[in-house]
């Protein structure tokens, strides 16, 4: 798979001094504690047992504590309270845990600060409601790599937040330019800083040494064409994303929708539910998608 994007990928397309400054910055972004690759490490090992990756998880405290209000949310409505880390990994599974890991140290690197022109809170709000949203149409239409789906929908705007913390002045420049008037966010960040959110967010990924299926998914996620093999996944995304802010499910400081890309039709004609009853499900999802944010919190 292509490996994407480097400093390199990311200049080759705006020659500027304030590209190259801004592509320094993100080079010395905080990078992610070495619990998430530990993680990782141990769920590809098929030797790992629920013990080997409670006894790692169990170092981090608030890590562990976060992991039980998840799974104590109204996200997942489990009928009895799970007490333990033991019992988290069991019911919740490795995959699950991991994903749970991932966005909780992401989180931790931006959190929900609230202003009125970018309000972290509404941001990580819609991101919740795309990742669930997201999930439940692939789920729905039986793709792999669900897990992928979640985290890459849940982060894949993490572009804006870099660029809001790291140059707030100018991004600010930009969302009011947006807000006024109704511009693609895309197309005014490219034009003010040569690059836009979409491949900040991928850098930041390739940093943090995500997996390429997850560098793959955020950067292409607005034109799931370019996503090669996770075509399919990048349409539940994409179609989230629109849905989220469409109905209103928190605010990514974007107000127009990209053309939708007509191949999410053509998998929901052929799922195996009606429209109707996916629709349901899908909003159902969305509007929950906040009992897994404020586990977070």
């Known amino acids: 798979m292509k490996q994407l994007p480097d400093a390199a990928y990311i200049s080759s397309f705006h020659d500027d001094v304030a590209v190259t400054a801004l592509l320094k910055r993100l080079k010395d972004f905080p990078s992610l504690s070495g619990i998430i690759l530990k993680v990782e490490r141990l769920i590809e090992n098929p030797n790992t047992s629920a013990h080997d990756l409670e006894e790692l998880i169990k ?110 002045s100018e991004f600010r420049v930009v969302m009011e330019h947006v807000e006024k008037t109704r511009t693609d966010m895309c197309s005014v960040e490219q034009s003010h800083f040569g690059i836009h959110h979409c491949d900040v967010a991928a850098y930041l990924a390739e940093k943090w040494k995500f997996p390429d299926s997850l560098i793959v998914l955020m950067k292409n996620c607005r034109i799931p064409g370019k996503a090669g093999a996770l075509y399919n996944q990048a349409l539940c995304i994409q179609f989230a994303d629109i849905l989220a802010r469409l109905y209103c499910f928190g605010m990514d400081g974007e107000y127009g929708s990209p053309l939708i890309d007509e191949g999410i039709f053509e998998l929901v004609d052929d799922c195996s539910i009606s429209s109707t009853e996916l629709y349901q499900q899908l909003f159902y999802e969305m509007d929950t998608a906040s009992t897994f944010l404020d586990s977070f919190i």
């Open 59 to 168: 170092l981090d405290p608030a890590l562990t504590a976060r992991i039980l209000r998840v799974a104590n949310s109204g996200y997942y409505a489990f009928r009895q309270r799970i007490s333990d880390l033991s019992h988290a990994i069991a019911i919740l599974g490795f995959n699950t845990i991991k994903t749970i890991v991932l966005t909780s140290e992401v989180f931790s690197v931006f959190p929900a600060k609230r202003n009125r022109l970018f309000d972290r809170y509404e941001f990580w709000k819609h991101s919740v409601a795309t990742a669930c949203g997201a999930v439940a149409l692939a789920r729905a239409f039986n793709l792999d790599s669900v897990d992928d789906v979640f985290v890459a929908a849940m982060l894949h705007d993490i572009g804006k937040l870099a660029l809001d913390e790291i140059m707030p």
